[in-house]
């Protein structure tokens, strides 16, 4: 614990120490964190990583840890924790989520809410939203990844659609990124930063140890500390201010505009011939649903679209999209979607 603190207390990017004080298992006998005994390192330890930071000439660091009950914020509060981030498993409980957001009324702390594992907006904007009704000013989301059943080769899978969601449903809410949990491994997670970054996100929570193989629990996906200086080092943050774009810039953006305005009308225009492609499908009584007809059709754009430079999978989600949407139009057409969902 001293090594890492003092370790990032010479860092000027480092504004906040991530303590695993308690850590929630997916199963009973793991390591589960030091609880209150972690707490009083970290007290024992304010005052040296405060010195160090002096000498540095950097401002001072914070202390935050995982809360998952009301006793945890309590003890949080008691040692002076700056900050306290909900969990993935907490955030998908709305009950638990409620609890400690009660307990965090009053408290002036700066409180993270991570995502749920699902990939469900809702779920993490209700948590976020709870801990606004109960008070808390200082707010941010972090984004963990996602448990799904293709995880592109990480622990979880990005997902990024789904935090640019969240930052657009609520713009107000400072994003952070927890590249660590999304690779599973510390190979990626210098260019999962960036892309962080990229996106916009204010900042990243990431897990460092003197020697992660040591470690009691995640040290696959933990950096040293010279490691994480070296992807600090290493990383571009680009300005999100829309002020600063040129002119080539707006008249890109306008094309941009101007093609998506082109693919709805095109949208438009097929779902019409889907609809009269249904009466024709009435008359004759034949069923909606044409697997050959569909496995030609999905086969033949993922191959065009290749050609084009287009990703495979994307291509497939497309069209596996517009397919249903046509579908849900022609079994309306024949009154078939009576009770659908």
Known sequence: MRAVCMALARMPEVSMVRCGVWKPRTRPGGFEGHGELALQWIAALRAEVEAERHAQGLQSVGFCCEVARPEHVELAVRYGMEAVWLGARTTANPFMVQEVAEALRGTDMTVMVKNAPNPDVRLWMGALERCRQAGVKCLMAVHRGFDVFR?????????????????????????????????????????????????GFEG?????????????????????????????????????????????LRLLREQIDQIDMEVLQMLAERFKVSERIAQVKREANLAVFQPKRWDAVLNGCIEKGMELGLGADFVKGVFERIHAESVRLQERTLGTDKGLN
């Open 151 to 199: 995880n592109e080769g990480y622990r979880n899978s990005p997902l990024w659609e789904v935090p640019i969601e969240l930052r657009r449903l609520m713009p107000d809410v400072p994003l952070l990124c927890d590249p660590s949990h999304i690779a599973g491994r510390p190979e990626p997670i210098g260019a999962l930063s960036q892309t962080a970054l990229d996106l």
């Open 204 to 248: 990243l929570m990431i897990e460092v140890h003197p020697c992660p193989r040591e470690a009691l629990t995640d040290g696959g996906q933990q950096l040293t500390p010279d490691e994480l200086v070296g992807l600090l080092a290493g990383l571009v943050v680009r300005s999100t201010d829309s002020v600063v774009a040129d002119e080539e």
